[in-house]
């Protein structure tokens, strides 16, 4: 009996060692069968999962027709744990089919966030004659406190619905000597220089120290396994989750500049020429809520347009949790990332994706209406999930507010305010402000994006009107109020 026991305990000691294995008891995926997206908190046109607990969006890919969502995911419980790859996919962006976890704990470490990519140059040499491979890169978080987290991949030849760890899920990239928390990598293929690169925060800045910076570290690599150091950026503001890509500036394709930002969505923009980046130093915000985390952009976009989502947190995990709801947080509605010229420079701008349009079922929209008659034909309807667009002329408006389902946002003296939040508009006499609002959250975009505010607004569910209040003989350009269709089938 002794020495079976003694054969039992080498055995299980062997298995913890084993990495190029993944878990199987974290797929969970068939208990999943019994939502019906119909729980009285679920949101109606934010992807969310059917059950247990989400945060950041990872791998976010186009390949063959579809935009595939990776995401952090306890497999097991409601709340934050076991964090392992979920999926899904869409056609439109909107319309979302959770599929089976895609990667799943190995060894001793969980899947922490990552980046994907559609290996068209067979770099790592996987691709078939029907399809390229899709690359993931993630950080292999290690359970035991005294290991350092690593940089791992797996690869998929099946459209993502399954991998394949990288040379068993070992480390491809090596802690790099800072502490456990370095953590999720970004991959691109950089064209000009014909390699791959991958960027990785690998050090938090001390707020107690004056002088201390964060690091963030680029890589590069031929066959999407051995990378080389290129160079780092070092900012007191990066931390976790950083992302890096090329966008136009005011739509021209012969001006492009490099836009970088972290999870809390600060952000610079500069050159990259496929060793360093330069910026001039000068750090944005991308959101002025609390709860827009961790976003990422798709990889691979087939029409040219750079999509952003990110994770919409709540701390309060009572909201659901204490709701009895069998799914925890959710994702932004995903928006078009844009770099436009603006009397103070150079800035970021995002306005959701114009596939929103598939959802609308009602849509009203008015033309030079005074807020009085605006009020009487918005009283005949009943709203839930929204969508609004209003423009006016600031030198004729001094304030007003919308209320919309018990979400008040003012208008005074130029700018926007939401909950004591400033929103600043763009000083041009032309305003506008779009809002969408879902069971749970709000997302408020002003001046085409130019401010964004994405916030947890829980709406009273016996208020489901609109309304707007002005001491102004107030004159709207347009008012478009578009109701949304769920987008559960």
């Not at 959802?359 to 008015?366: A, C, I, M, R, T």
Request: proline share 3%; net charge positive; charged share 25%.
């Amino acid at each position: 009996m002794i020495r079976y026991l003694l054969l039992f305990t080498f055995f299980v000691g062997k298995a913890q060692q084993i990495t190029g294995v993944m878990i199987d008891s974290f797929q969970t995926f068939k208990t999943y069968s019994d939502i019906k997206y119909d729980e009285s908190l679920r949101p109606q046109f934010h992807f969310s999962s059917k059950k247990n607990w989400i945060n950041d969006p990872n791998g976010m890919v186009y390949y063959k027709g579809e935009y595939h969502l990776f995401f952090q995911h306890n497999p097991k419980a409601i709340h934050w744990g076991n964090m392992t790859w979920g999926h899904a996919v869409s056609k439109d962006m909107v319309h979302w089919e959770q599929l089976q976890h895609a990667i799943l704990p190995y060894g001793n470490g969980t899947i922490f966030s990552g980046t994907a990519a559609v290996d068209f140059p067979n770099s790592l040499g996987k691709n078939t004659e029907e399809e390229e491979a899709i690359v993931a890169y993630f950080t292999h978080a290690q359970n035991n406190n005294e290991d350092l987290f690593y940089q791992a991949g797996a690869y998929s030849i099946d459209r993502g619905r399954t991998f394949e760890l990288i040379d068993k899920g070992r480390a491809l990239v090596e802690n790099q000597g800072f502490d456990r928390g370095e953590r999720d990598p970004k991959i691109f293929w950089h064209a000009p220089s014909k390699k791959w690169i991958l960027i990785l925060w690998i050090k938090r800045a001390d707020k107690k120290k004056l002088n201390d910076l964060g690091k963030v570290r680029f890589f590069s690599s031929k066959d999407l396994k051995n990378w080389e150091k290129l160079s780092d950026f070092d900012r007191k503001w990066v931390y976790e989750c950083m992302d890096m890509v090329e966008l136009e500036v005011d739509g021209d394709p012969n001006y492009k500049k490099w836009l970088i930002y972290d999870a809390s969505f600060d952000y610079e923009i500069g050159t990259f020429n496929g060793l360093s980046l330069l910026t001039d130093g000068k750090n944005h915000i991308g959101d002025l809520g609390d709860a827009y985390y961790a976003a990422q952009t798709f990889n691979n976009s087939p029409d040219g347009r750079t999509v952003i989502m990110g994770w919409l947190r709540t701390r309060k995990n009572n909201l659901f949790v204490g709701n009895n709801m069998p799914f925890n947080q959710q994702m932004s509605f995903p928006a078009k990332l844009e770099l436009r010229t603006t009397i103070n420079g150079i800035r970021l701008f995002r306005w959701p994706v114009k596939e929103i349009k598939n959802l609308y079922h009602k849509s009203s929209e008015y033309q030079n209406i005074k807020v009085k008659v605006l009020n009487k034909n918005l009283k005949k309807e009943i709203f839930d999930g929204i969508d609004i667009f209003m423009s006016f002329e600031r030198s004729k408006t001094s304030s007003f507010h919308v209320n919309i389902r018990g979400q008040i946002i003012s208008y005074q003296k130029g700018n926007f305010y939401f909950n004591g939040v400033i929103l600043p508009t763009l000083n041009l006499n032309k305003v506008n402000l779009r809002v969408l609002l879902d069971r749970t959250t709000i997302e408020v975009f002003a001046d085409d994006g130019f401010s964004v505010l994405s916030k947890y607004a829980i709406s009273d569910f016996k208020d489901n009107q609109i309304s707007v209040c002005s001491d102004d003989e107030l004159l709207f350009d347009r008012f478009e109020v578009h109701k949304l269709k769920s987008i559960w089938r």
